[in-house]
């Protein structure tokens, strides 16, 4: 499990392939100095299941820390598909990974 910390304050744990994909996602859109919504939910020792949503925003310092010591493969797919869910108007939110589409016929 990794960690994803928000403005120093907010630390959310995420698996670290699950966390790979979203770093791809918030990184682009915060070089382009895009501020976007990011809402998921995350296991709560008091309440089960909680919801936490954050303003991203290029003047906002996100750190990603990672478990494991190699990077993950990204599925293109994914990327595309939560790069579609940040650049919608409830912003991103963690879709499923789609299974990566092989190699066309004759390529």
Same mark, same amino acid.
């Given at each position: 499990?990794?960690? @994803?910390?928000?403005? $120093?304050? @907010?630390?959310?744990?995420?698996?670290?392939?699950?966390?790979?994909?979203?770093?791809?996602?918030?990184?682009?859109?915060?070089?382009?100095?895009?501020?976007?919504?990011?809402?998921?939910?995350?296991?709560?020792? $008091?309440?089960?299941?909680?919801?936490?949503?954050?303003? @991203?925003?290029?003047?906002?310092?996100?750190?990603?820390?990672?478990?494991?010591?190699?990077? #993950?493969?990204?599925?293109?797919?994914?990327?595309?598909? @939560?790069?579609?869910?940040?650049?919608?108007?409830?912003?991103?939110?963690?879709?499923?990974?789609?299974?990566?589409?092989? #190699?066309?016929?004759?390529?």
């Amino acid at each position: 499990m990794g960690t @994803l910390t928000y403005d $120093s304050k @907010l630390v959310a744990s995420f698996d670290d392939r699950v966390l790979a994909h979203l770093q791809a996602v918030i990184w682009a859109k915060l070089r382009r100095g895009e501020p976007f919504a990011f809402t998921w939910t995350e296991a709560t020792a $008091s309440s089960g299941f909680g919801r936490t949503s954050v303003w @991203l925003s290029p003047a906002i310092p996100v750190a990603f820390e990672y478990f494991g010591g190699r990077a #993950p493969r990204l599925n293109a797919s994914w990327v595309k598909a @939560l790069n579609r869910s940040a650049n919608s108007a409830v912003g991103l939110t963690i879709v499923p990974e789609p299974t990566e589409a092989g #190699p066309e016929p004759g390529a």
